[in-house]
């Protein structure tokens, strides 16, 4: 059971696992999205600003796992 967890924390760390990683973030955009347009909608500046926040907040997250997918470079954790 040890191999397979150090396995599966392998994968966070691999491509496979960042590019995973970064679509679940990008995924979040879509509910983000509706917020927003709600948020207008019904002319809530307080739900106009979650939304603002957490999409600040997704970007900075795909910003990080891009550069953890840069550093990883052609060493990766399961490829080896």
Request: without cysteine; charged residues 25%.
């Amino acid at each position: 059971m040890s191999g397979k967890l150090a396995k599966a924390k392998g994968f966070k760390k691999s491509k496979p696992g960042t590019y995973l990683s970064i679509g679940t973030s990008l995924f979040g955009v879509v509910s983000i999205v509706k917020q927003a347009k709600k948020a207008r909608f019904e002319n809530d500046k307080l739900m106009l600003v979650d939304a603002v926040v957490s999409a600040a907040a997704v970007a900075t997250g795909v910003a990080l796992l891009v550069r953890e997918l840069r550093r990883l470079g052609d060493d990766d954790v399961l490829a080896g």
